[in-house]
């Protein structure tokens, strides 16, 4: 079959120390400091084969996280700016979907022709945190398209209690290429929504929302809290494809961050434009906090959320008084998995409440995802469906 193979050389850096999992297993916690030369191209690999409790996936669509074009970008030492959880040889693709052709023999409720969505964080249940219900923070992760083969190719192998069945979306609109869209889309939505509700409990109809950037996560953050009964709804995003996207996908306004001349004057932007009330949930989707927690500090409502979904590098200095004295919330969220998150994410499409389509930007064959990983604005599609270039 055909895929997206990517290979590496297994090199920590001088003075980083390996974890015993590292050590005895090759995957490494933190990219960037071990995996050297990496490269990656469309090639020819071995049919995969499903275990008992595994299904056989003719992979559908699938999605380009910004993670798999940053992961074949190099430092001027030759390592992978991709800074996260990883092993190679590799299959990438963590966001994709597909048809059941094949299941195991243990496999009870999955049945050839089903089509499903995958989730992007295989968690083992039986650490301390899976125990606890944290699934997303699971010790022993596995990852498809970072840990194990994943969804850039014609098939893939995946243990059937991460499939979620697309079925409801097949029946509401009718042809299996927009649930297979959909369905490679549930991820990032996922992330927003572990963010929004399940981490920060979600946003009571009738108050005020703000995001920051309107990445894919950024844009479907837009989409939930728009059908869950945010008020006026504001983005903030300095790239114009993406403000345009923004307003696509349900923001009332948006705004470019750098247009403002201090923190001060972009808070007192949303004080007006919520006549003073504030903002009840930020959604920080950009992991430019140093420059946003200033402004949120300044424009939270009583009793105001602040959900941090963008990652972000070094120390944050947050003036801590604001949320105290609003009663003010900051929720730390990452992930995408359990916690029924799929399930809802797929009952909103099957509505038609989200309709993900609208933040996508590019659709590319297969053998030509080298081509896709270039746009970085909106989200781009991957499948054999697709024509060549």
Same mark, same amino acid.
Not at 124 to 137: I, K, L, S
């Given at each position: 079959?055909?895929?997206?193979?990517?290979?590496?050389?297994?090199?920590?850096?001088?003075?980083?120390?390996?974890?015993?999992?590292?050590?005895?297993?090759?995957?490494?916690?933190?990219?960037?400091?071990?995996?050297?030369?990496?490269?990656?191209?469309?090639?020819?690999?071995?049919?995969?084969?499903?275990?008992?409790?595994?299904?056989?996936?003719?992979?559908?669509?699938?999605?380009?996280?910004?993670?798999?074009?940053?992961?074949?970008?190099?430092?001027?030492?030759?390592?992978?700016?991709?800074?996260?959880?990883?092993?190679?040889?590799?299959?990438?693709?963590?966001?994709?979907?597909?048809?059941?052709?094949?299941?195991?023999? +243990?496999?009870?409720?999955?049945?050839?022709?089903?089509?499903?969505?995958?989730?992007?964080?295989?968690?083992?249940?039986?650490?301390?945190?899976?125990?606890?219900?944290?699934?997303?923070?699971?010790?022993?992760?596995?990852?498809?398209?970072?840990?194990?083969?994943?969804?850039?190719?014609?098939?893939?192998?995946?243990?059937?209690?991460?499939?979620?069945?697309?079925?409801?979306?097949?029946?509401?609109?009718?042809?299996?290429?927009?649930?297979?869209?959909?369905?490679?889309?549930?991820?990032?939505?996922?992330?927003?929504?572990?963010?929004?509700?399940?981490?920060?409990?979600?946003?009571?109809?009738?108050?005020?929302?703000?995001?920051?950037?309107?990445?894919?996560?950024?844009?479907?953050?837009?989409?939930?809290?728009?059908?869950?009964?945010?008020?006026?709804?504001?983005?903030?995003?300095?790239?114009?494809?993406?403000?345009?996207?923004?307003?696509?996908?349900?923001?009332?306004?948006?705004?470019?961050?750098?247009?403002?001349?201090?923190? +001060?004057?972009?808070?007192?932007?949303?004080?007006?434009?919520?006549?003073?009330?504030?903002?009840?949930?930020?959604?920080?989707?950009?992991?430019?906090?140093?420059?946003?927690?200033?402004?949120?500090?300044?424009?939270?409502?009583?009793?105001?959320?602040?959900?941090?979904?963008?990652?972000?590098?070094?120390?944050?200095?947050?003036?801590?008084?604001?949320?105290?004295?609003?009663?003010?919330?900051?929720?730390?969220?990452?992930?995408?998995?359990?916690?029924?998150?799929?399930?809802?994410?797929?009952?909103?499409?099957?509505?038609?409440?989200?309709?993900?389509?609208?933040?996508?930007?590019?659709?590319?064959?297969?053998?030509?995802?080298?081509?896709?990983?270039?746009?970085?604005?909106?989200?781009?599609?991957?499948?054999?469906?697709?024509?060549?270039?």
């Amino acid at each position: 079959m055909r895929a997206f193979y990517v290979e590496a050389d297994f090199v920590p850096k001088e003075g980083y120390i390996l974890s015993e999992r590292e050590k005895t297993t090759g995957r490494a916690m933190r990219g960037n400091q071990i995996w050297k030369d990496i490269k990656g191209s469309v090639t020819d690999r071995p049919m995969p084969v499903p275990d008992d409790n595994q299904v056989l996936v003719k992979v559908g669509a699938a999605g380009i996280c910004g993670t798999d074009a940053h992961l074949l970008k190099k430092d001027d030492q030759g390592y992978s700016l991709y800074d996260g959880h990883s092993k190679y040889p590799i299959i990438t693709g963590h966001e994709f979907s597909g048809e059941v052709v094949e299941v195991g023999k +243990d496999v009870k409720k999955l049945k050839v022709g089903d089509l499903v969505g995958i989730e992007s964080m295989h968690w083992c249940g039986e650490c301390d945190a899976c125990r606890r219900g944290m699934f997303n923070q699971c010790k022993e992760l596995e990852e498809p398209g970072l840990t194990y083969d994943g969804g850039f190719a014609e098939y893939a192998v995946v243990h059937s209690k991460y499939c979620y069945k697309l079925n409801d979306i097949v029946n509401y609109y009718g042809d299996k290429m927009t649930a297979f869209e959909l369905g490679a889309m549930i991820e990032p939505t996922g992330v927003a929504y572990n963010g929004l509700f399940v981490r920060g409990g979600g946003l009571r109809p009738g108050g005020h929302a703000a995001v920051f950037g309107a990445g894919p996560i950024g844009l479907a953050a837009i989409q939930l809290l728009k059908t869950s009964g945010a008020a006026k709804l504001i983005a903030f995003e300095s790239v114009p494809e993406r403000i345009e996207l923004a307003k696509n996908c349900g923001a009332d306004a948006v705004y470019d961050p750098t247009t403002f001349s201090s923190p +001060d004057e972009q808070a007192n932007l949303l004080m007006e434009l919520t006549d003073g009330a504030g903002i009840s949930l930020f959604a920080e989707c950009a992991g430019a906090t140093k420059f946003t927690y200033p402004v949120m500090g300044k424009a939270l409502a009583i009793g105001g959320k602040t959900i941090q979904i963008g990652h972000t590098i070094g120390l944050t200095p947050v003036d801590i008084y604001n949320w105290q004295w609003n009663a003010g919330l900051i929720s730390g969220s990452n992930g995408q998995s359990g916690c029924g998150i799929y399930p809802d994410v797929i009952a909103l499409m099957a509505a038609g409440r989200i309709d993900m389509r609208k933040m996508v930007t590019g659709r590319y064959n297969l053998e030509d995802i080298e081509e896709g990983m270039k746009i970085t604005a909106g989200k781009v599609l991957v499948s054999t469906q697709y024509p060549k270039l």
